[in-house]
């Protein structure tokens, strides 16, 4: 029930934002905005208040702005090149003013994913021990990102790929070359899980800092 909530309230908080955008308010701004709301909403329904929930929002906001800055600024210095906007051809608006704000909304759910498992964890680590020190706690957070990074890379190549599966699908049956069609058409598809996988690989020691200075506040052991 408190998923079907958060679900409810992001796609309506979505709506809105839609509907700022055809007041004329800059898309990336509000995409911004809402990635703020959707952490803390999400985070807050499914983790209560609490310091875990809180390093993991922190984590996630952290994470995402760092991540559409790099991206910002790569994009602008390589000017767009090797990405291939075909498929937005029907919009009224450059496409180049929509890959950063797409590339924020779709690593959202992934960075969030992975800041409340980092926060998860370290919180049950200390829990468990409460002299634990923060050498274990950074060692033991590398065991956990290293395992749950290969899974989330892969959530969101087969997110990205299920999309295309019905292009993929119609284009080789009319003739097309594997290379042909990802060159030409999966190009900006590639580009989002590029910069979303670079996104979980920054979350994992964002969130570790961050989780160890909240739930400790300096008195861990060195």
Do not use: Q, W
Request: hydrophobic residues 50%; contains cysteine; charged residues 15%.
């Amino acid at each position: 029930l408190l998923s079907v909530l958060s679900v409810l309230l992001n796609v309506s908080i979505f709506y809105i934002g839609l509907l700022l955008y055809f007041k004329g308010i800059n898309l990336l701004f509000i995409c911004m905005l809402e990635a703020v709301i959707f952490s803390i909403i999400s985070l807050f329904i499914s983790g209560g208040i609490n310091n875990k929930t809180k390093s993991a929002i922190i984590s996630t906001l952290v994470s995402t702005s760092l991540l559409v800055l790099l991206s910002y600024i790569i994009l602008k210095i390589t000017k767009y090149k090797g990405i291939n906007f075909n498929d937005l051809k029907f919009l009224t608006v450059p496409p180049e003013d929509l890959i950063v704000p797409e590339i924020l909304m779709g690593a959202l759910g992934a960075v969030m994913d992975v800041s409340i498992t980092m926060s998860s964890s370290i919180s049950e680590l200390i829990e468990k021990n409460k002299k634990i020190g923060k050498k274990e706690l950074v060692k033991s957070s590398k065991e956990i990102g290293k395992d749950i990074m290969s899974t989330m890379t892969n959530v969101l190549f087969f997110t990205y790929l299920c999309g295309g599966l019905p292009f993929f699908i119609l284009a080789f049956r009319n003739g097309y070359s594997i290379y042909h069609y990802i060159t030409n058409n999966l190009s900006l598809e590639l580009t989002r899980f590029l910069t979303g996988s670079i996104g979980i690989i920054m979350t994992i020691p964002i969130a570790t800092f961050i989780c160890i200075k909240i739930f400790k506040r300096g008195d861990v052991n060195e």
